[in-house]
């Protein structure tokens, strides 16, 4: 004979269930607005990546020689043991000049609709090109960077071997091709979030708390995708304009680039992938602590001053998008020759 169960029971069973639908309900719309970072890049639209041009683009990044001082590379400013930054607020050149914007990690910058904080490159290639050549940065030549390279016999085979059947594989464009090859391998799949997004119960109460947050208040209009954010451009101040300690009023962000008034104090979106390792934050560099950051974003974007608890959720949540950083061995770089142009002074 079976007996009934205490309301007690019922109604915990139902709470439990109830619970459960709103988890669900959860999961699907943030499947809706977000996704998992893939274990691999399968392939570019305008490169191969082939272990030879992966490899010769890892010698590249770390060399610093690509620079006239001979002191930085792009590991420089995009330290892959560093969340990929540089842990300033902005990045240090050539003669110890101060860059005008925070170094963007490298991590998952694949997934960015462009490159550098105004979108003024629209591939890795093409950023690959910049800062060797800004004064304030790396402050070479492209002719330079290849009289070094081809100094080298076995940069040159690696080039041979990277492009193979072209009649002259060492070229600044093949350079730039080889960094993006190997910055394409630097990404930071099965994050907790990830692992939420493909169906485990992987974050914690506060965590979801966080996401319904981040979802609710607006947060996701701006940093979605598969890298929640880097794929749109956005004033920043939306609602209303940081103060000049975050917001300097001489970078007027992609103005510089389409000259056009709409675009003033306009920025894509930062990409929030491990954004618990790489503050400082902003292209100013000006906010150190996340839950600043977060709390500086409600008001200039969102108009909204959030809670002591809604920051702290939606800081708690941040931290579940931290993947699976990939170890990179320093390459042994090639010996210098008589003819490898030497160091200049800063």
Request: net charge negative; glycine share 8%.
């Amino acid at each position: 004979m079976s007996r009934a169960l205490p309301f007690g029971s019922i109604a915990a069973i139902a709470l439990s269930a109830s619970a459960a639908m709103a988890n669900d309900t959860l999961r699907e719309d943030a499947q809706y607005l977000f996704e998992p970072i893939p274990m691999q890049v399968q392939a570019l639209e305008n490169n191969i990546l082939s272990s030879a041009r992966i490899d010769l683009g890892a010698k590249l990044f770390f060399d610093p020689r690509m620079s006239r001082s001979g002191l930085f590379s792009c590991q420089t400013c995009h330290n892959v043991g560093m969340g990929g930054v540089d842990g300033l607020e902005t990045s240090i050149g050539h003669g110890w000049q101060k860059g005008p914007r925070n170094a963007p990690t490298v991590y998952n910058a694949v997934f960015n609709i462009a490159q550098f904080w105004d979108g003024r490159s629209p591939d890795l290639a093409d950023q690959a090109k910049g800062p060797v050549q800004a004064g304030v940065e790396m402050n070479n030549t492209p002719i330079r960077v290849l009289d070094t390279i081809n100094s080298m016999e076995e940069y040159v085979q690696a080039f041979e071997a990277a492009f193979p059947g072209e009649e002259d594989p060492v070229t600044f464009d093949n350079f730039a091709l080889a960094i993006e090859a190997f910055e394409t391998t630097l990404i930071t799949p099965n994050s907790r979030f990830d692992q939420y997004l493909m169906g485990a119960n992987s974050l914690n109460e506060q965590e979801l708390r966080g996401l319904q947050a981040f979802m609710d208040q607006g947060c996701a209009a701006c940093h979605a995708g598969v890298n929640l954010g880097g794929e749109g451009y956005f004033p920043f101040g939306l609602i209303e304009r940081p103060g000049a300690d975050v917001l300097p009023e001489g970078d007027r962000g992609r103005f510089a680039v389409t000259e056009t008034v709409s675009d003033d104090y306009v920025f894509r979106a930062a990409p929030l992938r491990n954004i618990a390792l790489t503050a400082p934050y902003f292209h100013s560099g000006a906010v150190w602590e996340l839950e600043e950051a977060v709390a500086v974003m409600g008001v200039s974007q969102l108009g909204a001053e959030l809670s002591d608890e809604d920051v702290a959720d939606i800081t708690a949540f941040l931290h579940t998008l931290t993947g699976e950083i990939p170890e990179v061995e320093h390459p042994i770089l090639p010996t210098r020759t008589a003819t490898t142009p030497l160091p200049e002074e800063m």
